[in-house]
């Protein structure tokens, strides 16, 4: 049998990389995909801790964002062929709930785990997937780019489009805009038009937001940022806020936003409690909409949209042994973009 490379947690914070069977042809409805890139998230640090919660066994492949060539398909599949290249969906969805069938996959009622963090993930030379959880990557578009579009690329996408209704011409503030995540949401709110106010932790990093096309970018180790959004505005406030810290900027965010204006949030970075004042909220017209992952009608979007040239900020590129690195730079928030592992 064939042996390939996979990088595997061997118990909580214990990771390596070790040889292990290369995966059986594909079944009828399933696809051998060979790895190309893996991009990390903070699921990944979670997975890397170990979560208590968390249904799983050891060890486990890491890796839920990846890129990968089809190299061989099962008997039943007409949608790919050996050669295409894909974005591979990370959560075993059912493909027939409701949600599925309406095209809202993050909505499964029958996941059967998310690969990389319950169930073998993408850090391995080769892996199956079902065909139905592919989405093709178009023309144009980088492997490294594309290794950042299944979790991050994808949620901003979903986030800032299916939820916050952002519209050309708006104003949007953008937490952590030197985040993988901050990074994507600056350059695509910016390629439509918007005003994008964001904070940043260092100089340094206030100057990479700026070269990223942000229009005001605030220093929240030296500034309040909630204060800097109103007299930005006028103290009106913006249209959309974009949050994933959570405990830290929480209350700022519900103060830097207009009347009628929306937040979205996909994390809590800085901790998950936050408070909220009913009168605020209603009189202020409020709308607070929680957002977790991405349909794949968001990643084929993604995709189109670096192909038009909207490109992912890479950090940094790691080979596939130096994952500790990476999940260690994702952590200290010197970061500014997204760090990927090439195999
Ligand atoms: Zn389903």
Redesign the pocket.
Known sequence: MAMIRALQLLADRQVALVDRDAPPAPGLDEVQLRVRAVGLNHIDVWGFRGMAFAKRLYPLTVGAEACCDVVAVGANVTSVKPGDRVVPYSAL?????A??VRGRDNL???VAGVRGFHIDGFAQDLTNHPARLLVKIPEGVAMRDAACVAVAYGTVEHMLFDNARLEPGESVLVHAGGSGIGSVAIGIAKSIGCTVITTVGSEDKAEKARALGADHVINYREDRFEGVVRKLTKKKGVDVVFEHTGADTWAGSLLSMKRGGRLVTCGATSGPMGSLNLMQLFQQQYRIIGSFGAPMSALARALDRIASGVRPVIDTAYGLADFRAGVDRLETRDVFGKIVLEL
Do not use: K, L, S, Y
Request: hydrophobic share 10%; net charge negative; aromatic share 0%.
């Open positions: 969805t059912c493909g027939t709930c949600a599925c499964c009622e029958n």
